[in-house]
């Protein structure tokens, strides 16, 4: 299979789209010939996770023979990685709603389903590339890619990774996971004053800089990302959506041609999309409802056809969605574009020079024919994980309660939505934000985050993850802080640490 960029018609191998992250026209990289309705039930059927996994990615990378994409699903999803054999769970707590479980990898967030795995693949597609140089991994983190990609990438032979995460757009929880990183000789990590969007935007300017990259490239090095831009990241995110569908069959919630709606937290569009490239191979999604918190750029998009980041920026309890340029969305509106690569770079370069872009009326049928929107404030977000605790006995984390509060603003407005089971996206265990639940169930907030934890846990019963409790005890490692425009200076001193 080639893939292609969004804004180009250049095609290259599975292998250097995985290898290379951003296309050279700073587009994002997708196949050339999508492989479309490639999916039944059948295919997946009486299958465990990792089995659904080998079957979806095949249809992506068929590049790697079978036992070679095997051996690496099972590495990556390994009893060593993953708390719970089911790898990605779904807990009914409605007869028509359930919520799939993301967050029992090791650093209890979704991204680890992705990030277990693409270290592996981006390995492989080195070897395959027949490149030399070191890779450096370059990563913008609202919060929970950080930790995933540290853990995914630590000690990996040839390969090194920097993390940039903005000072106050992080949970507690959330930072001191990436501060007090265990391991990884190849690591470092680094916060911004700045949000999330500054260090995602510098980063793909980077990624296209030739000079840098000639720079860098004199000392045996190479950039790569392991944010969702990458194809490798994206494509096993596909897996749970393919996983859950599978589930809700053997569970008898749907029978095998019923359609079933997905409610997603969205920040960079990543995961959602996930649950489209699912749809697109076969799998019978209905609606997919993209869930904001205040940040609700996309909400607007959803309604109005038009995509404006021309608006205040908000630090909210769901940080990982405190986003406003969201660059998984390149990759939708090319679809939605008809695949018109040069219809694409056109938004794009609208998006960048007046900071928003509008669809016609065509495009916007199409965006509504599989999309709805909802955003949900602070405030709501906490009444829902209080409301949800007390009618189901089940904690929600602020961005699964985000999730949560947009479908029941889309059963509002739909109601015959009710009829059709809903998959509710779970992305983050909820002890990763302490304050927020305890202000949410009206529990003591701790003078330290452990504290509030253990208060937590005392309330609800819910057992202290121990990758979090341990990390109590745990020295810090990396504290600085720069300022956003520093950020490639510590690129480069970075890269000097380690290239010849």
Known sequence: MNYTSTRGTV?????YALLHGLAEDGGLYVPSLFPTNCLTYND????????????????????????????????????????TRDIAPLHSIL?????????????????DMALSLFPYLLVAAKEAEGEKKEVLILTATSGDTGKAALEGFKDVPGTHIQVFYPTDGVSPMQAEQMQKQEG????????IHGNFDDAQQFLKRLFVDKATAEEVAAKGVMFSSANSINIGRLAPQVVYYVNAYAELVAQGAIHEDEAFNVVVPTGNFGNILAAYYAKKMGIPIGKLVCASNQNNVLTDFFENGTYDMNRPFYTTISPSMDILESSNFERFLYYISGEDSERTAGWMKDLKSTGKLTVNEEEFKRVKANFAGAYVSDEETKAIIQQVYNSYGYVMDPHTAVAMG????????HPEDGARHTVIA?????FKFPTPICEALDIKVGETPYESLDNISAVTGVAFPKQLEALQSKPLRFTKAIDKENMKQEILDFVNTFSK
């Open 11 to 15: 095609a290259v191998n599975e292998t």
């Open 44 to 83: 997946v059927k009486d299958k465990n996770y990792q089995e659904v996994a080998a079957v979806v990615l095949a249809k992506l990378f068929p590049c790697f023979s079978v036992a070679h994409l095997n051996e690496m699903i099972n590495s990556a999803y390994s009893d060593a990685n993953f708390s």
């Open 95 to 111: 007869e028509k709603v359930s919520v799939l479980e993301l967050f029992h990898g090791r650093t209890q967030a979704f991204k």
């Open 184 to 191: 990884g000789e190849n690591v470092n990590v680094t916060a």
């Open 406 to 413: 947009a479908y029941m603003k889309e059963l509002e407005k």
């Open 426 to 430: 779970s992305t983050a265990h909820p």
